[in-house]
């Protein structure tokens, strides 16, 4: 079984900054090198959309428009996958989900391509 928890959430003012953070726990189906962690998001009324991605190769890829903005890491020590959002900007608002893929030669944008999921953080970014 594979936990994720995300924190780190909340309401900032344009141009401010967040960190999330994803806590990782596993009692069976521990990561290997096919793994793929990723942050996603859901603005209201739309589908989810991949922001963020980490490969367990250390390779990560973002969205265009966070590109420059957000930093995906891992800690690897604490199996917790951190999204450093800087910049931010009133249509980066959304729930923000951590989820992880175990079987993923890369990773892709597919929300279907990954098995794991958490609940949630709420981001809100005023004018």
Known sequence: QVRLVESGGGSVQAG???????????TSGYPSEKDCM?????????????????????STKYIDS????FTISKDNARNTLILQ???LKPEDTGMYFC????D???????????????RGSQVTVST
């Open 16 to 26: 401010g900054s967040l960190t999330l953070s994803c806590a990782a726990s596993y």
């Open 38 to 58: 990723a942050w996603f998001r859901q603005a209201p009324g739309k589908g989810r959309e991949g922001v963020a991605f980490r490969h367990a190769d250390g």
């Open 66 to 69: 966070g590109k420059g903005r």
């Open 85 to 87: 959002l800087d910049s």
């Open 99 to 102: 989820a992880e893929s175990q």
């Open 104 to 118: 993923a030669k890369w990773c892709v944008p597919q929300p279907a391509a990954y098995e794991f999921w958490g």
